[in-house]
């Protein structure tokens, strides 16, 4: 395996995904599938496009179910390691928590984002302006959802605003969860007590005068940490709105029609699905080893592994994780959410 660049990654991937929950109950918010992936994988994929073939995971949540997945990176052509907080450190404090491996410039991707983001662009642009600190920007409608970041012309930041009212909002770029940090930031972070990159060290940089730039991106973007956004990831992906060499294409439609089920053009189906003659699956994504039986319909949903759809059950917009039971002619209505092995009863609606 060869390794390329001297530039590192880190992935914080140590939250509670409790905004997720019930799906990351028993799966670590950083490995949940998406389109039948865990997620981390389409970070890795994307830290490999700038040649970054070693990177640190920032672990504390159930952090043996990652551990197991990705072992040592070889199996994904990566070099991973592992840095365990025993009590949660804060964004900031998860990156000093790495200290050992970082000796030079890192990347660092907040774990719960997607993005299609020129990230060797973004490098470049750090190492131009002789960055201490550069932070990705994306730009939103509504800005007083989230923490403001204000540039000048050269892109040097000026100025946070943190929620802003509409009277106070002068641009619309948000922290995206990304940077490129140099070594020498390791110096302003206190040891072993949380702390944030948001709320304490990038602005205390801005107060030392040093620094520290944004980047402006308007490649695709998504925190895919609540079920809305997770089930528009999906659609996104379906969609072609967002698009990676890693997303799996499911089994061949004519394979899975002998039965008489139909599959429509753009969901992806894994393997070791048993589709009933009459099932409609549409804009959908199943897990693998899903029983659906007749005529089930499943629109614009996310289905993980180990599922079992009984017959004449209608789907639409939700989300089920692993192991579940779906009874005959029961309904989920759009927003429902269940967690690993929920039974819903016959005829139930939800």
Same mark, same amino acid.
């Given at each position: 395996m060869c390794y390329k &660049? =001297? #530039?590192? &990654?880190? %992935?914080? !991937?140590? &939250?509670k995904g409790t905004r997720l929950r019930p799906l990351t109950l028993n799966t670590p918010k950083p490995i949940v599938p998406v389109a039948n992936r865990p997620f981390l994988l389409y970070q890795l994929?994307? #830290?490999?496009? !700038?040649g970054i073939g070693e990177i640190v995971l920032s672990l504390s949540y159930q952090p043996r179910k990652i551990e197991d997945l990705l072992k040592d990176?070889?199996?994904?052509? *990566?070099l991973v390691r592992y840095a365990v907080e025993s009590a949660p450190l804060g964004t900031a404090g998860a990156f000093r928590n790495a200290h050992e491996w970082i000796e030079g410039p890192t990347v660092v991707f907040n $774990?719960? %984002?997607? *993005?299609?983001?020129d990230l060797p662009r973004v490098i470049e642009n750090h190492r131009k302006t002789s960055a201490i600190a550069t932070l990705v920007l994306t730009e939103v409608e509504d800005p007083t959802a989230y923490g403001l970041v204000e540039c000048d012309s050269t892109g040097r930041v000026r100025s946070f605003l943190e929620k802003p009212g509409m009277d106070e909002v002068t641009?619309? *770029? %948000?922290? !995206? $969860?990304i940077y490129v940090l140099e070594p020498e930031v390791l110096k302003h972070i206190p040891p072993d007590r949380p702390f944030s990159f948001e709320r304490e060290l990038f602005p205390n940089l801005l107060k030392a005068n040093l620094p520290l730039y944004g980047y402006v991106s308007s490649d695709y973007w998504i925190d895919i940490g609540t079920p809305a956004k997770y089930l528009q990831v999906h659609r996104d992906i379906l969609n072609g709105q967002f698009r990676s060499a890693g997303i799996p294409k499911g089994v061949p439609a004519p394979r899975l029609n002998a039965s008489g089920g139909r599959v429509d053009a753009v969901s992806i189906v894994s393997e070791g699905v048993s589709i009933g003659e009459g099932a409609r699956i549409e804009s959908s994504v199943i897990g693998t080893n899903c029983k659906i039986d007749a005529n089930v319909q499943i629109v614009d949903? =996310?289905?993980?592994? $180990?599922n079992t759809i009984d017959r004449d059950a209608r789907i639409t917009s939700s989300i089920l994780g692993r192991g579940c039971y779906v009874g005959h002619s029961a309904t989920l209505k759009p927003g429902t959410i269940l967690g690993g092995k929920s039974v819903i009863t016959d005829y139930s609606s939800v």
């Open positions: &660049g =001297v #530039m590192k &990654g880190l %992935i914080l !991937a140590g &939250g994929d994307l #830290m490999k496009t !700038a990176g070889t199996d994904f052509d *990566t $774990g719960d %984002i997607l *993005t299609s983001l641009c619309r *770029t %948000i922290n !995206a $969860g949903s =996310v289905i993980w592994s $180990g």
